[in-house]
Antibody
Framework: QVQLQESGPGLVKPSETLSLTCTVS????????WTWIRQPPGKGLEWIGY???????YYNPSLKSRVTISLDTSRTQFSLKLSSVTAADTAVYYC?????????????????WGQGTTVTVSS | EIVLTQSPGTLSLSPGERATLSCRAS???????VAWYQQKPGQAPRLLIYGASSRATGIPDRFSGSGSGTDFTLTIRRLEPEDFAVYYC?????????FGQGTKVEIK
């Protein structure tokens, strides 16, 4: 059974770059879409962006200028970089996998999620 | 960007009762590409429904989804104790996916 695990610093200073990694275990990283989503404290979910196994990416327009998602198939990992962070970027960050619906690999919805990792932006 | 508005914000019900959650979109959602997720405290969201009305693998049949266009509904036929949680709708019919703000189903 595929499992996802986020990792990275729990504290990032304002104006710096947030970097997180999602490690995929128990399954292949190929042939799927891989997504990052975040949830500010006490608030709802916000989609950040996704990457396909081919390397093509799509980002939330509101974050696009600051986001980079990349894939490392040799390590079965994908990563998130968010630059110029502020306190508004404080959130639980989730990685997730796009589902297979009736044999078709799709970007959304997401049927496998990591447990989430908390990132606080503070000096 | 398609804005999703969920109502009510909180639903207070007893086990065994029926829950009806609403998700309204600011514009029509292409091909009914709406999903519903359940989230419990300290946990990641869990996919319940996709394509507005299809249950994800392993989801009990007391959960059902319906709707099209701009109005979508998640119904929980008879609430079990484990169903008390926050529920989010998501649209993925546009190039920018969005989520509703959530409906909390709490024990009355």
């Amino acid at each position: 059974q595929v499992q996802l695990q986020e990792s990275g610093p729990g504290l990032v200073k304002p104006s710096e770059t947030l970097s997180l990694t999602c490690t995929v275990s128990g399954g292949s990283i190929s042939s799927y879409y891989w997504t990052w989503i975040r949830q500010p404290p006490g608030k709802g979910l916000e989609w950040i962006g996704y990457i396909f196994h081919s390397g093509s990416t799509y980002y939330n327009p509101s974050l696009k200028s600051r986001v980079t998602i990349s894939l490392d198939t040799s390590r079965t990992q994908f990563s998130l970089k968010l630059s110029s962070v502020t306190a508004a970027d404080t959130a639980v960050y989730y990685c997730a996998r796009g589902a297979i619906i009736r044999g078709v690999i799709i970007a959304s919805p997401m049927d496998v999620w990591g447990q989430g990792t908390t990132v606080t932006v503070s000096s | 960007e398609i804005v999703l508005t969920q109502s009510p914000g909180t639903l207070s019900l007893s086990p065994g009762e029926r829950a009806t959650l609403s998700c309204r979109a600011s514009q029509s959602v292409s091909s009914s590409y709406v999903a519903w997720y359940q989230q419990k405290p300290g946990q990641a969201p869990r996919l319940l429904i996709y394509g507005a009305s299809s249950r994800a693998t392993g989801i009990p049949d007391r959960f059902s989804g319906s709707g099209s266009g701009t109005d979508f509904t998640l119904t929980i036929r008879r609430l079990e104790p484990e169903d008390f949680a926050v529920y989010y709708c998501q649209q993925y019919g546009s190039s920018s996916w969005t989520f509703g703000q959530g409906t909390k189903v709490e024990i009355k």
